[in-house]
């Protein structure tokens, strides 16, 4: 199945969290991890202000967090976000 976002939203697959510290301990499902989360672009709507912002697919993206609509396609999560939602671009 394809999805193409609408206006100015954007489909980005989110990197896995890690579930661990750099000193190894494992955190729980309960600890509230950063509020920010980090992702590849998979697909881009055809609105004014994506256009603006100069974003393609496959670009590493920060996004917030808690914004946008999470879907599932097979066993693939992906986020559905507006262009507000975008944060910075990983370069």
Sequence with gaps: MNIRPLGD??????????????????????????KKAQGEII????GEKLAKLSLSVGMKVLFKKWGGEEIKIGDVEYKILDSVDVIAVVE
């Design 43 to 46: 697909a881009l709507g055809n």
């Design 9 to 34: 939203r954007v489909l980005v697959k989110p990197q896995v969290e890690e579930e661990k510290t750099i000193s190894g301990i494992i955190l729980p499902e309960t600890v509230d991890k950063e």
